[in-house]
């Protein structure tokens, strides 16, 4: 299992009622063979630019451990989910963390 960082933009409306998206979100992961470490709510902010007509969302960010294999899966599935206007995957370098931190 490699440990990955996922940002994820909701939509604006949703910050009344982010619950379900967060839970679907968890729910993509988990299905495939992920599991979330460690999540961080920013609230709504406002976008440099518009993205699909919204000039805020609602920022999300989630720390997992997900097998190599399942990121496809986990992408794929975030594209075409409706509460999901942008997201980014990337894995950290663990060892420049450690080392900042050092």
Do not use: C
């Not at 619950?19 to 729910?27: C, F, I, L, N």
């Not at 992920?34 to 406002?46: L, M, Q, S, Y």
């Not at 986990?74 to 450690?98: C, H, Q």
């Amino acid at each position: 299992m490699n440990q990955y960082e996922i940002a994820v933009l909701y939509h604006p409306d949703l910050e009344v009622d982010l619950s379900m998206a967060e839970d679907r979100v968890t729910k993509i992961v988990t299905d495939n063979g992920g599991e979330i470490t460690a999540t961080d709510n920013w609230g709504k902010r406002k976008l440099n630019y518009v993205i699909k007509g919204n000039e805020h969302a609602v920022y999300g960010f989630y720390t997992v451990n997900l097998p190599g294999e399942g990121v496809a899966k986990v992408e794929s599935t975030l594209n075409i989910t409706d509460e999901v206007i942008r997201f980014l995957i990337t894995r950290p370098d663990l060892k420049a963390i450690a080392k900042a931190e050092a």
